[in-house]
């Protein structure tokens, strides 16, 4: 059976190969553009060696502190073991992230070249610049954990007994995820805010004028923080919830057997086939919305991982009820992507609402975008809330037990097996906004920039989506990896009238909200010092300003990579040593009180801060095509001050809550042996 | 025993008579003062009489609902009992809100007649107004609980029975407060808010301008926010505790007898002796900090209270221990004025981070606020954290069976014991600031206005510090009713690990982010109706900006209430309604994981929203002395930004969850018999 997951991940990486070389031989364009590329490819370059070997040292010095705490405890096997895997999980997961940066800056420069000609070469160039990160993340981790499952098999360990021997591999992954999410949401939005603080409102420049000394430093942070962050925290995704998956499978061992353990696996890998056709699928003519190809793709994906996902649930478990609880979870999915574009696009009331609240003023507007962020939980939890109960039942009607849970495991399977598809979706957000930037920087043409307006619109609406979705299957997840810690701690009840678990999900609740509170102020501190350069580059520089002299680019690059490295630390380092503390201090029952608390704290919270900056963002977009005065107007004014907020809020606070959430659970899957 | 508590509120009653003859004999002030008074006067009146129209037919309705539910069960006798007592406590919350409102308009404008010739005495009126307040509610409230508790033992009662009987009094108490704390907090900053916007921003005129239509509604807002709704809650506050600590003190009916049931009672009679004294010593001389005044006041009040406690605690329980419990009590509430003053004073790096934060716009004021919020929940957790396990460990070293829970009860008391005077502080509040509007609005002279702006900023500091002891105690409270639930419901364990559980906890987390969305934004809706009128009274009339013809106040006065009324409705019923709906559905177990989730994530958010808002108003206050160019400069809109993002946060949602998280205790206990 490991063979087709082996077999399906071998076949998309070929893909992905396949899909390098086509995009590697689009043209380059105009050599401004190609030393615009050059530029941002130096930048990023920079940034993520630099990042790499900060995480890298934290990461070794972690799994030191891992085996020595296993060795103290007298099981030096068991510790090297997890050491190890930690060590490969968290090499895979800097190397994931590696791989969307390195695609994403040479497709946003071929896609700024296509659009000098062609809208449907541009969008088929974007797509699949995402679907190379989105396909290779997901295979490298299905192929890792097949890969580790295959080496232990053939050193004769039990197969029962392996799950557990992965959880180092997960722990590893979500640990890089969180710094590489943290660094680059911090860098991405300190150069945006920094560039925009300075160039458009104290110097009237448009976005992306060659000008500011902080625009390529913001064309950076699109691809440090949206293609690597994002790159390596769906590796951690999909490898923590596969990991997950599989503990729960062994509880049921005497039914399924072997195919229980492996059924994530398997999935997983007809779920990549599912997206190599979709993506061929999604192509456009000339004068398509882009989003209609988008979609198609994403439909027909859908529809082949139902009809994969039918027959090797019938294959491998052979009871139906399991079928329905895997549509349950895919069906779950499509929900997230409708509440997240009901609240965050134009068309509706909540961004309309937020409109509406600009025409009187700075403070009506974050109110109404706040509100907005608020009100989605209410939707996002009733969905969540639906496909658990929906999915435990129909596991309880198998008869089974621990049928309950294992279902609720594949219903997160089900929202998961369309994982690349959405990747290469969300993937193609970044890439288009800095096809876009370069467009601008380089002098291109009028139809050059409609076309990467087009496409950046239609990028915009991708990322909100994906950022729906993450949020959801994050939830999904968490509740399969609460189970499998269930299973590791040998726990029964998490009795959360017991004082200590009471006061840990108290701690867990307070750890979502002040990671928040440092990763939102990290992005003032680490813009503010980039206002300081700009300010000063201007100064000294008169030239600047006319065009004359060239901006000293690297300088804000160096000083945007230094602030956000910095900032990154506490944050990330308080997020694994407040549940280590508690799980030390007040054992396993607390320790999974804090990671549940957190989970629903930090769902929630995210939610917010994704929504209410998705839908103030829009609603500026919405008042700069000409509504309420358009651009210049006080109501235009106000809107910006929401999108400035919800920047933080939305590309930094947001998408590291997804990795917080799901850390917590590896992490105490990891070291579940200290809290027992 | 019965006879301490009974007799110490009916002293405490007396002193409160005493107190407002002593008011009632102070000068009313100049024609002009009376005529505002007046006009303050005829709109409170005339919001309250809606408001209790409103709130007494629903609480009516949901009796009828409370004892059919019961009927059809069976349960005839209890049926009767709990929707009599539920009456009850609605009756005695509504009522302490009307004496809270009826005590601070009369105080108001005799601050500001004695603000024209001694600053001492316009300090000892303002206080005593709280002061009236504060005692008539506490004692109230044990008299209520007391005399029931009598009636019940008259009729021959099991002693043990009763404190069962009386949660439908605590429930009563709580739905009428949420409503209170809801419409009052929706009518305030909606005045504020909509008298603010035309006033000074649109039109350009100063604060508590006469010409202002809105300005009177603002005046009526400060009186039933700030003073009928505080009251309201802190009587449902003083009640829920009681009556819970009560219930876990059956629990150790084998060891302390009827001691162990009537000791909250008699801790809390002793209070509010030692409140009467403290209140007694608060005096300023003619030049004094009004803070030095009235710490002094609290310093002599904690002290007292503490030996009481020891005197009590070793006549009733005879265990020194529980007397260590009511200090960490104590001392947790101290904690929790220092935190939320640091957090929200000027003098401190959070306040001054937002004010430097002002300098760079309207963005990142905000974006800073947001986050001193949201940093500001560990400080909390951790008190909040320590008092629990401190006081938990206390109570197992009795050796006594439930000791650890009796023990956090003990020291919910031991934080309360001093209520009655951090309730007086906290109306002195509206009372200073309500006296600075009607000197502005008569014209007296600049020594006046001196001392209430002196008067009105310690009101602004001691407003703040109270919520922070509020959230506190709601925190410690919620424990404690959480714990009276699990004996009521039988209930072993809360298992957050069964799907139930964890979905119930997952939407309490929901019900709270939900009806926060719904509160704020019920500002922005009446506000707008606000500033349609506001509007259209100056337009219609081009007098009112000369100050030749007086604008229709009352017009206003009405607007607003209408609005508020209709806003408070929807929040307020779901949450009552999904409570119910849950534990229906679900059971007492799922119910109490909402419960406590809620309970979390209530406090926390409450935490955020109250600290937030203060420290933005203390940011643009101390712009407004002059820092960063002062009134009108581009840091001072930036400051008035966050100012008016704050107002909805801390005086609408905050304290409107602070009743929220105590209302799912009490409605969960006097509705257990439907969730079992």
Redesign the interface.
């Known amino acids: 059976m490991l063979i087709i997951p082996v077999v399906c991940s071998i076949l998309a990486l070929f893909f992905a190969g396949y899909l390098v070389v086509w995009i590697k031989k689009c043209d380059l364009g105009t050599p401004r553009m190609q030393e615009i590329f050059q530029a941002i490819k130096n930048g990023a370059d920079a940034f993520l060696k630099r990042q790499n070997k900060t995480i890298g040292i934290m990461a070794v010095v972690l799994a030191v502190v891992l085996f020595s705490v296993y060795a103290l405890s007298g099981k030096w096997v068991l510790g090297m073991q997890t050491s190890l895997a930690f060590l490969f999980g968290a090499f895979c997961s800097g190397l994931s992230g590696l791989i969307g940066m390195w695609i994403s800056v040479r497709s946003n420069v071929r896609v700024a070249s296509a659009a000098q000609s062609s809208f449907s070469k541009a969008l088929t160039i974007a797509l699949r610049g995402g679907a190379v990160s989105g396909i290779t993340i997901v295979a490298m981790s299905l192929l890792g954990i097949s890969g580790l499952y295959f080496i232990y098999t053939v050193f004769g360990y039990d197969p029962v007994r392996i799950p557990s021997l992965l959880v180092g591999f997960g722990f590893g992954a979500s640990l890089v995820a969180l710094f590489a999410q943290l660094g680059g949401g911090i860098y991405t939005k300190a150069a945006d ?1 920094g560039a925009d ?1 300075v160039g458009k ?1 104290e110097k009237n420049i448009p976005e992306d004028d060659p000008r500011n000394p902080a625009v390529i430093a913001d064309l950076v942070g699109d691809n440090v923080g949206d293609c690597a962050g994002r790159g390596a925290d769906l590796f951690e995704s999909t490898a923590a919830e596969n990991i997950g998956a599989m503990i729960i499978g062994v509880a049921l061992f005497p039914y399924f057997g072997i195919n229980g353990i492996l059924f994530p696996l398997v999935v997983r890998g007809f779920g990549l086939i599912a997206t190599i056709v979709g993506l061929l699928v999604a192509k456009a003519k000339e004068d398509d919305e882009p989003l209609k190809a988008l979609n198609k793709g994403y439909f027909v994906t859908c529809a082949l991982a139902a009809i994969a996902f039918y027959f090797v649930t019938m294959g491998m478990l052979n009871n139906v009820l399991f079928f329905y609880a895997g549509l349950v979870g895919l069906a779950a999915s499509v929900v997230f992507v409708f509440v997240t574009q009901y609240y965050t696009e134009h068309k509706y009331r909540p961004v309309q609402d937020i409109v509406k ?1 600009s025409e ?5 507007n ?3 975008g ?6 989605c ?2 939707a ?3 969905t ?2 639906a496909a ?2 929906a999915s ?1 039942k129909l596991g309880l009607m198998t008869g089974l037990p621990s049928g ?2 294992y279902a ?1 495991a594949v219903a997160t399977m089900g929202m998961l097996s369309t994982a690349a598809y959405v990747l290469a979706m969300d993937t193609f957000g970044p890439i288009t906004d800095n096809a876009g930037g370069i467009v601008e920087m380089s002098g291109s043409s009028e139809k050059a920039r409609a076309i990467t307006d087009k496409l950046d619109s239609a990028g915009n609406t991708t990322k909100a989506l994906t950022k729906g979705y993450a949020m959801g299957s994050a939830a999904l997840a968490a ?1 399969l990896l ?2 499998a810690y ?1 299973e590791e701690a040998k ?1 029964v ?5 017991r ?2 678990v ?2 840990a ?3 867990g ?2 750890l979502v ?2 990671f ?3 990763a ?2 990290a ?2 501190k680490a813009a ?1 010092k980039i ?1 300081e350069e700009v300010r000063r580059q201007f100064k000294e520089d008169p030239g600047l300003m006319q065009g004359t002299s060239t901006p000293d680019y690297a300088r804000c690059v160096d000083i945007t990579t230094k602030a956000a490295l910095q900032q990154m630390i506490l944050p990330g380092l308080l997020a694994v040593i407040i549940p280590i503390a508690v799980g030390v201090l007040f054992k396993a029952e607390a320790e ?2 804090l990671m ?2 957190a989970t ?2 930090g ?2 919270l995210a939610t ?1 801060f994704n929504n209410s900056g998705g839908a103030w963002d829009n609603a500026k977009k919405y008042i700069e095509t000409g509504h309420l005065g358009g651009k210049g107007s006080e109501a235009h004014k106000a809107a ?3 999108d ?2 919800g920047d ?1 809020f939305k590309d930094t606070a947001g998408p590291s809550l997804h990795v917080l959430v799901k850390l917590l659970g590896t992490l105490s899957l990891a070291l579940v042996a200290l809290f027992v």
């Open positions: 805010v603080l409102i609240a009187t003023g700075h403070a009506t974050i109110i109404a706040f509100a907005v962020g608020l009100e939980t209410a996002t939890v009733v969540i809330a658990l109960l435990f309950g849970i609720t509740f609460f189970s269930f726990l009840v998490v009795d959360l009238a004082v200590e009471f006061v999900g108290l701690i609740a307070m909200f002040f928040s509170s440092l939102i102020r992005v003032g503010s206002v999974a009180g549940m608390v629903i704290v769902v929630l917010v910006v001050t929401g400035t907020v933080p």
